[in-house]
């Protein structure tokens, strides 16, 4: 029995079509000096990546970016991200958090983050919100992280969950290292 290879013909055909038409061309027709995968980005709507195809170099440098805007150690930042999310700009919490510092979509909205998937929203909205607490509770980093986790309310009548402790130590523990390796 042969195999069907209508699938794999249209592939081809799809090539042969985007190179034809973005491909570069000498006199003697393509000069093959670009990559295929260039000349698909080029084939694409906007020719870039989405949000959740950026590599963690590029979502690092992000992080690091919105950090410096908000005066907030980098270190912070991205010791949130990693126990928050794991650097995943899909993640979804059982609670409905949201993106890479998981953020809850009544926080995402009143912080006008539009697509908390976006890490670029999710960053500078998650970061913005870090620096409010930060403020808030006048430069106490823990007392901010546990607000971040728990909620202000809960942390402001006192009422800390055992769960936000547990989260204030871990991110406390990777900030410190990460400091260190810095």
Same mark, same amino acid.
């Given at each position: 029995?042969?195999?069907?290879?209508?699938?794999?013909?249209?592939?081809?055909? *799809?090539? !042969?079509?985007?190179? *034809?038409?973005?491909?570069?061309?000498?006199?003697?027709?393509?000069?093959?000096? %670009?990559?295929? $995968?260039?000349? +698909?980005?080029?084939?694409?709507?906007?020719? %870039?990546?989405?949000?959740?195809?950026?590599?963690?170099? !590029?979502?690092?440098? +992000?992080? &690091?970016?919105?950090? %410096?805007?908000?005066?907030?150690?980098?270190?912070?930042?991205?010791? $949130?991200?990693?126990? /928050?999310?794991?650097?995943? #700009?899909?993640?979804?919490?059982?609670?409905?958090?949201?993106?890479?510092?998981?953020?809850?979509?009544?926080?995402?909205?009143?912080? =006008? $983050?539009? !697509?908390?998937?976006?890490?670029?929203?999710?960053? /500078? =909205? =998650? $970061?913005?919100? +870090?620096?409010? +607490?930060? !403020?808030?509770?006048? =430069?106490?980093? /823990?007392?901010?992280?546990?607000?971040?986790?728990?909620?202000?309310?809960?942390?402001?009548?006192?009422?800390? #969950?055992?769960? &936000?402790?547990?989260?204030? *130590?871990?991110?406390?523990?990777?900030? @410190? @290292?990460?400091?260190?390796?810095?």
């Amino acid at each position: 029995m042969r195999p069907d290879l209508t699938n794999m013909t249209r592939a081809l055909g *799809r090539i !042969d079509e985007i190179v *034809r038409r973005y491909g570069p061309r000498t006199a003697e027709g393509f000069s093959g000096a %670009e990559r295929f $995968v260039d000349l +698909l980005d080029k084939a694409s709507p906007r020719g %870039e990546r989405t949000p959740s195809e950026r590599s963690l170099d !590029d979502l690092r440098k +992000l992080a &690091a970016h919105r950090a %410096e805007a908000y005066n907030i150690d980098e270190e912070l930042i991205r010791a $949130v991200i990693q126990v /928050e999310s794991g650097w995943n #700009p899909r993640a979804v919490s059982s609670k409905g958090a949201r993106g890479l510092m998981q953020l809850m979509p009544g926080t995402a909205n009143m912080l =006008g $983050v539009d !697509d908390p998937f976006d890490p670029e929203q999710n960053v /500078e =909205g =998650g $970061v913005k919100y +870090l620096s409010d +607490l930060t !403020d808030k509770y006048n =430069g106490d980093v /823990e007392k901010a992280l546990a607000a971040y986790n728990a909620g202000p309310g809960r942390i402001d009548s006192g009422r800390t #969950p055992a769960s &936000a402790e547990r989260y204030v *130590r871990n991110v406390m523990a990777l900030y @410190r @290292r990460y400091r260190e390796e810095d």
